[in-house]
């Protein structure tokens, strides 16, 4: 019989001791976003799979070959997200959130799915942290969602982390930047892969993010969309830039930053570190102020970043950040014999039910080996309980690591306790 022990390819087990760090990191992350302003929404992590292609869009690499599709026994075709704007998007606007006075923001720890080739920081299922403004237009908006972006990155030290920023403009400059770009790869058609061949006719921009070794030599001499930003653009990039010098934080105009994802317009950002292999975004995201009209029928101005937790979780590690380690048990208590047993379970429960995490052997072990165990799981105290403890109705209380005792009484156990565990 086939061992089914192994776990699908691009996806990890995070064991007690990663999943707690993972848990810290992303409690702290989240108090960031609290203090911005931003509350947790939390949505299905699948959505039917017209809603991702019409908004990351059919000619992006996520939605022509990265997502995982299936149809339903209704036969309906839905996709698990391989990431969370759209969704986001979506609640918005089917919950009527947009009759308010505006801008909601929201944050999401959620697991995303995309069928990638795995390697370091690179998986299959993974895990986002990302944030959402809906229906603010003014560029503060953006300097808002940078300096939380960047917030993060400072609260955790993290150094070599790098910002890049650019425009990838609106309705009114993209089509003249697309028409420049069509013209020059036309001249070079030769040299495109098959997939850019195609994205040259269906949308060029797309062509910029593919990853194939010649098409990245022709994209450094492509034009660049800043030479074609309108008057809005320009201006709006260059307040962001006033702003940003404003709060002190450092970046740089990329004009490469296009983003893999179609719905973005405005102003693009990505934290970009050296640390995780490769130079490799951490964190992205931009404006997105027509998804809403892609659909729905609102306009609704919109902004917001995910970042990626393994990728920032590898960064942590570089950067030696010290996760705390979880205190797993506040007392163990040990039994000798059939009465005292039935003793440690109803006063392991007791002690529990005073937020005492206490623990007791569950392999009807002799001492020696529940002592053992006590010592495996790191339990602070030690409580041993024999018949003669019964009979005396009293017990020591012992503190592993200092060696301190103390007798305590079984009538008011709990609130001696208390005091000292
Ligand atoms: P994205 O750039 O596709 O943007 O993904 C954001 C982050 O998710 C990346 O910077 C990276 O850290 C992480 N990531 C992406 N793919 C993988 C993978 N296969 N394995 C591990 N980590 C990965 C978005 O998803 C947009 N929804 C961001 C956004 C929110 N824009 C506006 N609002």
Same mark, same amino acid.
């Given at each position: 019989?086939?061992?089914?022990?192994?776990?699908?390819?691009?996806?990890?087990? #995070? /064991?007690?001791?990663?999943?707690?760090?993972?848990?810290?990191?992303?409690?702290?992350?989240?108090?960031?976003?609290?203090?911005?302003?931003?509350?947790?929404?939390?949505?299905?992590?699948?959505?039917?799979?017209?809603?991702?292609?019409?908004?990351?869009?059919?000619?992006?690499?996520?939605?022509?070959? +990265?997502?995982?599709?299936?149809?339903?026994? *209704?036969?309906?075709?839905?996709?698990?997200?391989?990431?969370?704007? =759209?969704?986001?998007?979506?609640?918005?606007?089917?919950?009527?959130?947009?009759?308010?006075?505006?801008?909601?923001?929201?944050?999401?720890?959620?697991?995303?799915?995309?069928?990638?080739?795995?390697?370091?920081?690179?998986?299959?299922?993974?895990?986002?942290?990302?944030?959402?403004?809906?229906?603010?237009?003014?560029?503060?908006?953006?300097?808002?969602?940078?300096? #939380?972006?960047?917030?993060?990155?400072?609260?955790?030290?993290?150094?070599?982390?790098?910002?890049?920023?650019?425009?990838?403009?609106?309705?009114?400059?993209?089509?003249?930047?697309?028409?420049?770009?069509?013209?020059?790869?036309?001249?070079?058609?030769?040299?495109? @892969?098959?997939?850019?061949?195609?994205?040259?006719?269906?949308?060029? /921009?797309?062509?910029?993010?593919?990853?194939?070794?010649?098409?990245?030599?022709?994209?450094?001499?492509?034009?660049?969309?800043?030479?074609?930003?309108?008057?809005?653009?320009?201006?709006?990039?260059?307040?962001?830039?006033?702003?940003?010098?404003?709060?002190?934080?450092?970046?740089?105009?990329?004009?490469?930053?296009?983003?893999? #994802?179609?719905? !973005?317009?405005?102003?693009?950002?990505?934290?970009?570190?050296?640390?995780?292999?490769?130079? *490799?975004?951490?964190?992205?995201?931009?404006?997105?102020?027509? #998804?809403?009209?892609?659909?729905?029928?609102?306009?609704?101005?919109?902004?917001?970043?995910?970042?990626?937790?393994?990728?920032?979780?590898? /960064?942590?590690?570089?950067?030696?950040?010290?996760?705390?380690?979880?205190?797993? @048990?506040?007392?163990?208590?040990?039994?000798?014999?059939?009465?005292?047993?039935?003793?440690?379970?109803?006063?392991?429960?007791?002690?529990?039910?005073?937020?005492?995490?206490?623990?007791?052997?569950?392999?009807?072990?002799?001492?020696?080996?529940?002592?053992?165990?006590? !010592?495996?799981?790191? =339990?602070?105290?030690?409580?041993?309980?024999?018949?003669?403890?019964?009979?005396?109705?009293?017990?020591?209380?012992?503190?592993?690591?200092?060696?301190?005792?103390? +007798?305590?009484?079984?009538?008011?156990?709990?609130?001696?306790?208390?005091?000292?565990?």
């Amino acid at each position: 019989m086939k061992l089914l022990t192994k776990a699908v390819k691009g996806t990890v087990d #995070l /064991l007690p001791e990663e999943a707690s760090k993972f848990r810290f990191v992303e409690a702290l992350i989240s108090d960031i976003a609290n203090t911005f302003g931003y509350r947790e929404i939390m949505l299905p992590v699948f959505e039917h799979t017209e809603l991702f292609a019409r908004s990351v869009g059919e000619t992006s690499d996520v939605v022509t070959k +990265e997502m995982y599709t299936f149809n339903d026994k *209704s036969d309906r075709s839905l996709t698990l997200r391989p990431e969370g704007t =759209a969704g986001v998007m979506r609640a918005f606007l089917e919950h009527g959130l947009f009759n308010q006075i505006l801008p909601e923001k929201y944050f999401y720890n959620i697991t995303c799915y995309r069928y990638e080739r795995p390697q370091t920081g690179r998986l299959r299922e993974f895990h986002q942290f990302g944030v959402e403004c809906l229906g603010a237009e003014d560029v503060s908006a953006d300097a808002e969602i940078i300096s #939380l972006a960047n917030s993060i990155f400072d609260y955790f030290d993290i150094e070599d982390i790098e910002l890049r920023i650019n425009s990838i403009g609106c309705s009114d400059c993209r089509p003249n930047y697309k028409k420049a770009l069509v013209e020059y790869f036309e001249k070079h058609i030769d040299s495109l @892969c098959d997939d850019c061949k195609t994205r040259l006719d269906k949308n060029p /921009l797309r062509i910029l993010d593919c990853k194939n070794h010649e098409c990245e030599k022709l994209v450094k001499d492509a034009p660049k969309i800043t030479d074609y930003l309108c008057e809005k653009c320009k201006t709006d990039l260059s307040s962001l830039e006033r702003y940003l010098q404003n709060m002190e934080i450092d970046y740089i105009i990329d004009s490469s930053i296009v983003r893999g #994802l179609d719905y !973005y317009n405005g102003v693009v950002f990505e934290f970009v570190s050296g640390e995780i292999g490769a130079k *490799s975004t951490v964190l992205g995201g931009g404006r997105y102020d027509s #998804l809403s009209c892609a659909i729905g029928d609102k306009q609704i101005p919109a902004l917001g970043f995910a970042m990626g937790m393994e990728r920032f979780l590898l /960064l942590l590690k570089e950067n030696k950040f010290e996760i705390p380690k979880e205190d797993e @048990c506040d007392l163990f208590i040990a039994y000798i014999g059939e009465e005292p047993k039935a003793f440690a379970i109803k006063l392991a429960n007791d002690f529990r039910g005073q937020g005492i995490s206490t623990q007791i052997d569950l392999n009807a072990r002799a001492l020696k080996g529940q002592m053992k165990l006590a !010592y495996k799981i790191e =339990a602070k105290n030690l409580l041993v309980i024999g018949e003669d403890e019964i009979k005396q109705g009293k017990a020591t209380i012992k503190n592993i690591q200092t060696k301190e005792e103390r +007798e305590v009484a079984f009538h008011n156990i709990l609130s001696e306790a208390m005091d000292i565990l």
